[in-house]
């Protein structure tokens, strides 16, 4: 077929940018000339989204003279490779004037500044972007970014003299915040609605594809076939659990001292521990009863900003209304010692809470196992739990494309949310009941006490921790 060149308008002087793969699509039209202020492109490989992106930045860039737009993707190496590379292709060397590739800033001869960076939460992406003064954004692959950022950067947009706009392009990934803000605009007020405006595309929808790339395409697993090729929104989610709720959520429940003694004997207390200071402080709390093999997840701690003593008092205060003493078991990073006080947050914390041993941490294995509990009903959430069941339902698989797509599975990066520290805790109290055996029915009983027998506590608590032996008479928790 043959590719007439097509050429985009930008400027009364006819600067004038080339769509390099043939006509600007139809969808592609409808886009730059959309007046909504938030646009979405979603959809399958070799649409020509991303390129719609980078033409749209550099249009909003000689619009607008003296203007800032920020280009990102969750990796900064992948958007060097592949974005700025589309961008390098079609942007006319006339229209720039500077380029810092160190500091990821693109310089036009109007004045105008294009910023690009890496978006993920945890290489500090917010802080970067904190104090911009944006007049657009572009976000592509925006399925592997949070939907905190995508928020964080419409507040960046105060720019005078701008359209003050932001526009994505994705790949479908079941229900994400993506299909919640552009597709159903569940997320969004009714008086957002209108600036919300979404182009769904298939591969297909592009005629200038080479025949072989798109039957390379067409061998691809029927799952993978439907997201990456059709932009199928329900050919696949990203969901970690499989979770049926209504087998999960139980009524919250009374203080142990309450209830039935010889029913509370019966329990093995655990809490998992996930520390953050800039993050939440997550402590899930816990029983297991070995009887029936069921775990009952009872209550939770969720705060940020805690000191090491903060979050020992308030475990306190939860262990005196709940009337246990249980196993502590904490995210293993915390026995890391600061290079100034030569101490750990695990060494803090063991001044106050004796029991409390470093917890096994291998995602994938912990995952296998709190899947099992879910399948066989073993695993109960009362509803008190809002922040940990409000991220099992959004604790999702950090895939990379490339990776499901040949190999089927995803990778060892979990969670594309920051939002998981309570899934953590519960993930070590889990590990916890499967590796030292609790969970089973081999271990010999003596082994597994009620948490309140001082001269088990006492042996365990010493082979952990010999230099604090000294604080048993007198440490309050015992």
Not at 52 to 58: C, D, H, N, S, W
Not at 239 to 261: A, G
Request: glycine letters at 6%; proline letters at 5%; one cysteine or more.
């Amino acid at each position: 077929m043959a590719r007439p060149r097509s050429k985009v308008l930008v400027e009364a002087d006819e600067v004038q940018i080339d769509y390099p793969s043939g006509s600007p699509l139809p969808y592609q039209m409808e886009f730059h000339n959309s007046k909504a202020k938030y646009r979405a492109i979603i959809g399958g490989y070799g649409s020509g989204k991303t390129t719609a992106g980078v033409i749209e930045a550099i249009i909003q860039s000689i619009l607008y003279p003296n203007n800032l737009g920020l280009i990102g993707r969750a990796d900064a190496r992948r958007l060097k490779l592949t974005t700025m590379e589309v961008f390098n292709e079609i942007c006319p060397p006339a229209l720039i004037s500077k380029r810092n590739e160190h500091d990821g800033i693109i310089e036009f001869v109007n004045g105008s500044r294009i910023v690009y960076m890496g978006l993920l939460e945890e290489h500090d992406a917010p802080f970067k972007i904190k104090s911009l003064n944006l007049g657009w954004f572009f976000i592509d692959q925006a399925e592997e970014v949070s939907y905190n950022i995508f928020e964080d950067l419409k507040y960046r947009l105060r720019r005078q003299n701008s359209a003050r706009c932001g526009f994505i392009t994705a790949n479908p990934r079941g229900k994400n915040w993506i299909y919640k803000v552009f597709v159903s605009k569940e997320l969004l007020d009714e008086k957002e609605k209108e600036l919300y405006q979404y182009w769904k595309v298939t591969t297909y929808d592009n005629p200038y594809l080479p025949s072989d790339y798109i039957q390379q395409l067409e061998k691809m697993p029927p799952h993978l076939y439907r997201i990456y090729v059709l932009g199928e929104f329900e050919g696949f989610t990203d969901e970690v659990f499989s979770i049926k709720w209504e087998n999960v959520l139980i009524d919250e429940i009374k203080p142990f001292e309450k209830q039935n003694l010889e029913e509370f004997k019966k329990y093995t207390f655990i809490a998992g521990i996930d520390y953050g200071f800039r993050n939440p402080s997550a402590v899930v709390f816990s029983y297991y009863k070995q009887e029936t093999g069921e775990l009952v997840v009872f209550d939770e701690i969720y705060e940020p900003g805690l000191t090491a003593l903060e979050l020992a008092q308030k475990i306190k205060e939860k262990m005196f209304y709940w009337g246990i003493n249980p196993i502590f078991v904490i995210d293993p990073s915390t026995k890391q010692r600061s290079g100034v006080s030569g101490t750990s947050i695990f060494d803090e914390l063991s001044l106050y809470m004796p029991m409390i041993i470093p917890g096994n941490n291998e995602v994938r294995t912990s995952i296998s196992r709190i899947q099992g509990l879910f399948n066989q009903g073993s695993l109960k959430i009362t509803k008190n739990n809002v922040n940990l069941i409000e991220e099992l339902r959004n604790y999702s698989w950090k895939d990379e494309k490339e990776e499901l797509a040949m190999m089927e599975k995803p990778s060892e990066k979990i969670s594309t949310t920051k939002n998981d520290h309570a899934v953590d805790a519960l993930r070590y109290i889990v590990n916890y009941l499967y590796d030292s055996g609790v969970i089973f029915k081999k271990i010999r009983p003596q082994k597994f006490v009620p948490r309140d027998d001082y001269k088990h506590f006492q042996r365990v608590y010493k082979k952990l921790s010999k230099r604090f032996t000294t604080l048993w008479q007198t440490n309050p928790w015992i």
